[in-house]
Every structure is written in C-alpha cells, then in structure tokens.
C-alpha cells in the first residue's frame, strides 16, 4: 500500500507540478550563484587595492 502511495506523489510531484517548479528552482539556483559570484568579484578587487596601498 506504502509503495502505491509514494509512487502517486511521485507522479503528482512530476507530471503536474514539475513545469511550476522548473522556474521557481532556475531562479533560486541563478540567485544563489549570481549571490556568490559577486562576492567573489568584490573580494578579488578588494585584495587588488589592498595590494596597491
């Protein structure tokens, strides 16, 4: 019975929700990484004027 359950939400999480949550993760993922990437921009200019001083 358990496994017929989880086989459903699976295919519910899948079939129908999966186009909704395609964009929602895309935009989380370029937002995390787009968060990390200007860090470590910032932090490479910093240590290039820290270098200069």
């Given amino acids: ?3 017929y359950i989880a086989q ?3 295919n519910v999480i899948f079939t129908k929700l999966l ?3 395609v964009p ?3 935009l989380f993922m370029t937002a995390l990484f787009s968060e990390r990437l200007i860090d470590i921009i910032v932090n490479a200019v910093t ?3 820290r270098k200069r001083r």
Wanted: no cysteine; net charge neutral.
């Fill in 1 to 3: 019975m358990n496994g």
């Fill in 8 to 10: 459903d939400v699976l």
């Fill in 19 to 21: 186009p909704y949550l």
């Fill in 24 to 26: 929602v993760l895309f």
């Fill in 47 to 49: 240590a290039k004027t």
